[in-house]
């Protein structure tokens, strides 16, 4: 299987991405990283338009805490049932740094937007802000997660 990532310069994103990811900046901000001080942040849009956005949230007790995009996904699970995630951006940024950092999902949080895209038989598009500025669009999980766990019965 092949990976599709298109990296974008900033300008070549359209409003609805500029949005997404300016929401996700400014809910990083918010996190809760008094240990790592890795602040991540992350919106996602909703099939019925809304937008939604989360943090992380660390706790002294690893592996306790929440990722900012397990965290939205869940939230969006509980309150809007109904309304599939259609794109989903994620940025970090280190404790009393101006720039960006590069961030991917991790592994958890990678699963977890597998099972979502399962549950609604749609792909979610993602967006990752990296530390230069540009911003990768990869169309779905699974070029992400190419060996995707679906299954308990196989």
Not at 27 to 40: D, E, I, L, T
Not at 118 to 136: A, E
Request: charged share 20%; aromatic share 6%; hydrophobic share 40%.
């Amino acid at each position: 299987m092949s990976s599709e990532l298109e990296e974008l310069l900033p300008e070549e994103l359209n409003s609805t991405e500029r949005e997404l990811l300016e929401s996700a900046k400014s809910v990083s901000k918010r996190a809760y990283a008094p240990y790592s001080g890795f602040h991540v942040g992350s919106a996602v849009l909703l099939e019925n338009g809304q937008i939604l956005q989360s943090s992380n949230q660390e706790n002294v007790s690893f592996p306790a805490g929440v990722c900012a995009e397990r965290l939205v996904l869940g939230y969006a699970g509980a309150n809007f049932p109904e309304s599939a995630p259609v794109m989903l951006a994620v940025v970090a940024q280190r404790r009393g740094e101006e720039e960006w950092a590069g961030v991917s999902p991790c592994g958890i949080c990678r699963q977890t937007i597998n099972e979502v895209e399962n549950r609604f038989g749609k792909p979610i598009t993602l967006l990752i802000l990296k530390s230069d500025g540009n911003v990768l669009r990869i169309p779905g999980i699974s070029h992400l997660l190419p060996l995707k766990f679906d299954d308990l019965n196989q």
